[in-house]
T-cell receptor
Framework: SQKIEQNSEALNIQEGKTATLTCNYT??????LQWYRQDPGRGPVFLLLIRENEKEKRKERLKVTFDTTLKQSLFHITASQPADSATYLCALGKDSNYQLIWGAGTKLIIKP | KAGVTQTPRYLIKTRGQQVTLSCSPI?????VSWYQQTPGQGLQFLFE???????NKGNFPGRFSGRQFSNSRSEMNVSTLELGDSALYLC??????????????FGPGTRLTVL
């Protein structure tokens, strides 16, 4: 069955540095990959969507890469700030069905 | 535009009872998805509705059901509650045709506790 893996351990990063989060998947061929941010007790908030034919996408301090050969996406936050501390979720989707498959998320902690 | 709203925000029930959760999507969004989230778990897909039709259903027992109304509002129902049903239930709406190509807008969730 399909499986999505994200770093299960929290990622501690010094403020100002670049944080890099990983999303690996198996037994799945997504057409789209999405990244969300979730704060405690709240619903996820959409950040970026990247298509299978796109290698990279940027939005302000955020950058996502999508390597369908490695079956991996990397999510980068440059010039990280304590306010970026949250859990980040990746989700995969196809056109052939109407659901997203979600990773368990990586908790990011940005230390001042 | 107003965001996705969910009611109630918190619920406490006992085993064997049933519960109905409600979700109002963003105006104009016809796709509504439901998820269950438990600590340490990713979002587990329950079902997705579009224009009152269930297009996909996750691997949950038949005790979990849902529906969507003509105004795109959606409800989900859990009958014969079990302790393991304690979770955060999230509703999300999507623009356009929904599915993997569309971003999802989430509500704040309903925190269900089964005692």
């Amino acid at each position: 069955s399909q499986k999505i893996e994200q770093n299960s351990e929290a990622l501690n990063i010094q403020e100002g540095k670049t944080a890099t989060l990983t999303c690996n998947y198996t037994n799945y061929s997504p057409a789209y990959l999405q990244w969300y941010r979730q704060d405690p007790g709240r619903g996820p908030v959409f950040l970026l969507l990247i298509r299978e034919n796109e290698k990279e996408k940027r939005k302000e301090r955020l950058k996502v890469t999508f390597d369908t050969t490695l079956k991996q996406s990397l999510f980068h936050i440059t010039a990280s700030q304590p306010a970026d501390s949250a859990t980040y979720l990746c989700a995969l989707g196809k056109d052939s069905n109407y659901q997203l498959i979600w990773g368990a998320g990586t908790k990011l902690i940005i230390k001042p | 535009k107003a965001g996705v709203t969910q009611t109630p925000r918190y619920l406490i029930k006992t085993r064997g009872q049933q519960v109905t959760l409600s979700c109002s999507p963003i105006s104009g969004h016809r796709s509504v998805s439901w998820y269950q989230q438990t600590p340490g778990q990713g979002l587990q897909f329950l079902f997705e509705y579009f224009s009152e039709t269930q297009r996909n259903k996750g691997n949950f027992p038949g005790r979990f059901s849902g529906r969507q109304f003509s105004n795109s509002r959606s409800e989900m129902n859990v009958s014969t509650l079990e302790l393991g049903d304690s979770a955060l239930y999230l509703c999300a709406s999507s623009p356009g045709s929904g599915g993997g190509r569309s971003e999802q807008f989430f509500g704040p969730g309903t925190r269900l506790t089964v005692l």
